[in-house]
């Protein structure tokens, strides 16, 4: 894909995000999103075959920047790396902040099947699972690693969006790394 095109479709779901904060999905039309993002109907047909396709094109590019941004937390946790497991939860809430109003908009879309923190969630629980199960941690006192997983990803997803409304607070990170640091100090053993 060449630069052009990855230009338009970036503008175009920049478009759609920007429509997504006035109005709800259903009544976005393609010509609104092409007006918006300054192009023709048949250019968006280019790149997209309809809304949908467009708007999971958004939510899996912010699944995966979100996915990304906690996975390379969860791993200086479990390496045991304090200073970077601290730093980054600072940092996570940066970046949180720096597309905070995109980010609200995604995870107060109230449509099945496009939900940003459903999709998060769904993935994050995943990687816990698969860094607890598979890479030789056992829980001590015995506990289902799914139950850790759940709680694990319900605190950072709380955490993200307490964020996004309220905004960086030097407490909520302090009380988030306690709380991540005592289940993994506590809870898992190698």
Same mark, same amino acid.
């Given at each position: !894909? ?26 976005? /039309? ?28 958004? !939510?899996?590019?912010?699944? =995966?920047? @979100? ?16 200073? +970077? *497991? ?10 949180? @902040?720096?597309?905070?109003?995109? #980010? ?6 109230? @449509?099945? &099947? ?19 199960? *598979?890479?030789? @941690? ?16 319900? #605190?950072?997803? %709380?955490?993200?969006?307490?964020? #996004?409304?309220? &905004?960086?607070? +030097?407490? /909520? ?10 289940? *993994? =100090?506590?809870?898992?053993? %190698?």
């Amino acid at each position: !894909m060449d630069l052009r095109q990855i230009k338009t479709e970036r503008n175009i779901q920049q478009a759609l995000v920007q429509l997504l904060s006035e109005q709800g999905f259903e009544k976005i /039309t393609i010509a609104d999103i092409a007006k918006t993002a300054q192009i023709s109907r048949s250019t968006f047909y280019d790149h997209y075959p309809d809304k949908y396709a467009l708007l999971d094109a958004v !939510m899996n590019y912010y699944t =995966d920047y @979100l996915l990304t941004l906690t996975e390379q937390r969860i791993d200086a946790l479990l390496a045991r790396d304090r200073v +970077a *497991f601290e730093a980054s939860i600072a940092d996570i809430a940066d970046h949180l @902040l720096a597309r905070r109003q995109t #980010l609200s908009i995604l995870f107060e879309l109230d @449509l099945p &099947g496009y939900n940003l923190r459903d999709r998060w969630k769904q993935r994050l629980q995943a990687h816990w699972h698969e860094v607890i199960e *598979f890479k030789g @941690l056992t829980v001590n006192p015995p506990t289902p690693s799914s139950y850790i997983s759940d709680v694990s990803t319900d #605190l950072l997803i %709380n955490f993200a969006q307490w964020t #996004l409304a309220h &905004g960086k607070n +030097a407490a /909520t990170i302090d009380q988030l790394q306690k709380i991540l640091s005592l289940i *993994f =100090d506590q809870l898992i053993v %190698n």
